[in-house]
Structure formats: structure tokens, C-alpha cells
């Protein structure tokens, strides 16, 4: 009877452990389900949003603007050509030193005036058309003579253009050098030459005289009393031809800057308007130097603009009003075998437009009048 029983448990324990693997297995692949099912689910859920986003059409408004590439040269502010003034050592003088001066830097210097006293004797300006080579006795005659007339009757002092030194030079000549608040020279018995009150015996000593290349400019230095000069007589410097602006532009460049267009120059914080005052002919590049080949453009500089001193290095930028034109948006410009089209809003519906496009910078396209395009409509953008 016990071996019965223990027959009977021991069955019922492997009926049992045998119902646990199905078991098991259904519970496993249930869950995978559930899993799998629930994964689909949730990227549905993600996706659906997404596929039913719209895209927002993107315009831009059509404008009347001036499309046009701005040119900017680099260019370098040039000092202007200067002239000596020199003295020379005359008969009687051991040495060039000077006595006062007539002229301060910054003062303007023409043909009639007084520069300085150098060693006792004046120096007055003469023309640069009167040829100094000589000094000049009473009855002698030429071509310098002819200009010293011609040069005293301008200052005042009448002298008729005869072409001799006569007596009516000598006293145009004796009123100048008054003028001047010296006296002229004579010539005297021991040669040395000499003052007298009276025209009997005045002379033109050429050593007494200068003359400043194109009869105009400012001093820029000159020499204070006391100073005694050196070999080369420099009393002081003379600008001829103010301070400029020059900048090469290629041939293309050159285009843009026309003799009497505008230009803004910038030099740091310093900025000036002004107008090209010349353009040069073509200037081959020097395999030695940065420089490109083209035209020099240049620029006038008014003297003491602040900033802009000479070898200051400046930017110069055309500023001419350009021609204004529709424009739209460099993108909106579309092609289509050859043909330029932009897409153009009209209310829900869009409609193709083709357009001649003239020119393009800084992002933006000008199209040619007459296209079925005014101002205000909207071009879609990709």
C-alpha cells in the first residue's frame, strides 16, 4: 500500500513539472507580442506628427534698388612736390647767414615778394619765366632784361618792355627793392658794388633774386634768424603741388572713377568726400613692385584735412548714384533651359514670370522693365 502512494506522488510531480515548460513558454512569447506591438505603436505615434507637417512657402517682396558692386581702391596719401629756396653767397659776403625773415611756414609765396634777408641783402621772388644767368649794368640788353620790365611793371613799378637796362628800369628796380625796405645795389668805383640813394649806377645783381616753379606755393620750413646755412644755401622749402591721393585701379576698376566723380576716402576714423581730379594712362606693372597693372587715380587733398598726412595708407570708394532698377532676391532667380523665371505669388496660386536679369550684387538681382513683375509682388524663395 505505501509503495502505491509513493508510486501515485511521484507520477503527480511529473505531471506537474511537465505543465511548467508549456507554461513558461506561452508567458515568454506573450510578452515578446506585447513588446513588439507596443514598439510599433509608439513609432506610429512619433511618425504622425511628421507626416502630416506642411511646408511654409517662403517670399520676398519685389523692390526698386540700385544693384550695383561697390569698387573700393586701395590707395596712399603723397606729399606734394616741394622747392628750394637758396641764397647765394655775392661779391663782399663770407658767409650765408640769416638776417630776418619775411615769411613764416603755412604763408603763401608769389613772384613780387620778399622771402628773407640773408647776410645783409634781400631775397625777392621773380617770376620763373624771367631767365637769371647775369648781373645786369646800366645800357645792357636781352631777353632777361625784356622779363625784369615785364616783371617790375606787373609788381607796380612801371619799366617799359624796351629790352635795355635804361634808366626808367633802374628806377622800377630801385622802387622794388624800397618796397622790400632795402636798397638797391650800384656799382661802384672799387667793383665791390654798393648803395647809393639816386638810380645813377643800379644794378641787377642775380644772386638777390629767386624764383618758385609755377610762381605760386607755401612755405613749408624756412630758416630763423641767426641760422647760418650750409653749403647749399637752403633758406626754405616750398610747396608747389599740394598733398594727393593716389590709388591704382585696374582697367575694369577704372571704369568707376571718372574724372569728377565722387569718392569717400576713409583713413581710420578719418573720412573725406571729394572728387577725382585726373586719371593716368595705362601703367604696366614693375615686376619689382606690389603694384597691379592699371590707371593711377587721383585725388585732390585739402592741406591739413586731419588724419590723412602723407604716407597714410586710405581706402577710396566710388559713391556715383547708380541706376535703380526692380529687384529681387539673388535666390529667387531660377532657370529653366536657359531661361531665367522667377515664381511669383498670386494669392493662393503661383505663376512663372520670365525675367532678363541685368546685373547682380550683394545678394540681390536686377531684372529689366517690362517684365510682368511691379514692385510689392511677392517671389517665392527655394
Same mark, same amino acid.
Given at each position: ?25 506561452v508567458l515568454v512569447l506573450a510578452g515578446l507580442g506585447a513588446a513588439y506591438w507596443a514598439g510599433i505603436s509608439s513609432a506610429a505615434g512619433e511618425e504622425s506628427p511628421q507626416a502630416t507637417q506642411e511646408t511654409v512657402p517662403v517670399s520676398a517682396a519685389v523692390e526698386?534698388? =540700385? ?6 581702391? @586701395?590707395?596712399? #596719401? $603723397?606729399?606734394? =612736390?616741394?622747392?628750394? &629756396? ?17 615769411? @613764416?611756414?603755412? %604763408?603763401?609765396? #608769389? ?24 648781373? &645786369? ?7 632777361? #632784361? ?12 612801371? =619799366? ?13 628796380? @630801385? ?27 643800379? !644794378? ?7 624764383? $618758385?616753379?609755377? %610762381? ?5 620750413? !624756412? ?19 599740394? %598733398? ?5 585701379? *585696374? ?9 569728377? =566723380?565722387?569718392?569717400?576716402v576713409h583713413a581710420g576714423s578719418a573720412t573725406l568726400d571729394t572728387k577725382v581730379s585726373g586719371i593716368s594712362a595705362f601703367i604696366p606693372g614693375a615686376p619689382d613692385s606690389s603694384d597691379i597693372p592699371g590707371k593711377d587715380v587721383t585725388l585732390p587733398l585739402v ?27 539673388? !535666390?529667387? !532667380? ?11 505669388? @498670386? ?6 514670370? *520670365? ?28
Open positions: 500500500m505505501q509503495n502505491s502512494e509513493a508510486q501515485l506522488n511521484s507520477a503527480m510531480r511529473r505531471i506537474q513539472r511537465w505543465w511548467l515548460v508549456p507554461l513558461v513558454l526698386r534698388r =540700385a544693384v550695383t558692386k561697390q569698387v573700393i581702391l @586701395s590707395g596712399k #596719401v $603723397v606729399a606734394g =612736390a616741394q622747392s628750394a &629756396i637758396k641764397a647765394t653767397a655775392g661779391v663782399g659776403i663770407a658767409r650765408l647767414v640769416v638776417t630776418s625773415t619775411a615769411k @613764416s611756414a603755412g %604763408d603763401e609765396l #608769389v613772384p613780387g615778394q620778399l622771402v628773407a634777408v640773408v647776410s645783409g641783402r634781400p631775397l625777392l621772388v621773380l617770376p620763373s619765366g624771367v631767365p637769371l644767368f647775369r648781373d &645786369i649794368s646800366p645800357g645792357q640788353s636781352g631777353p632777361d #632784361v625784356k622779363g625784369l620790365q615785364e616783371a617790375l611793371t606787373a609788381f607796380g613799378f612801371a =619799366a617799359p618792355a624796351t629790352g635795355t637796362f635804361d634808366a626808367g628800369t633802374q628806377l622800377a628796380l @630801385s622802387s622794388w627793392y624800397r618796397a622790400a625796405g632795402s636798397k638797391a645795389p650800384t656799382a661802384a668805383a672799387d667793383g665791390t658794388g654798393g648803395e647809393a640813394p639816386s638810380t645813377s649806377g643800379v !644794378i641787377f645783381r642775380w644772386q638777390e633774386f629767386v624764383q $618758385v616753379p609755377g %610762381d605760386a606755393g607755401t612755405i613749408a620750413s !624756412i630758416a630763423q634768424p641767426g641760422t647760418v646755412l650750409g653749403e647749399e644755401g637752403i633758406v626754405a622749402n616750398v610747396t608747389i603741388a599740394e %598733398d594727393t591721393i593716389v590709388a591704382r585701379a *585696374d582697367v575694369l576698376q577704372a571704369e568707376s572713377f571718372p574724372v569728377g =566723380a565722387p569718392v569717400t592741406p591739413g584735412t586731419a588724419g590723412l598726412a602723407p604716407g597714410q595708407t586710405v581706402t577710396v570708394t566710388a559713391t556715383a548714384d547708380a541706376p535703380t532698377s526692380l529687384a529681387v532676391p539673388l !535666390i529667387a !532667380i531660377r532657370q529653366e533651359s536657359g531661361t531665367a523665371f522667377v515664381d511669383v505669388e @498670386s494669392g493662393s496660386d503661383v505663376r512663372r514670370v *520670365d525675367v532678363t536679369v541685368t546685373g547682380q550684387a550683394d545678394g540681390w538681382a536686377a531684372i529689366a522693365d517690362g517684365s510682368d513683375v511691379a514692385v510689392g509682388d511677392h517671389v517665392r524663395l527655394p
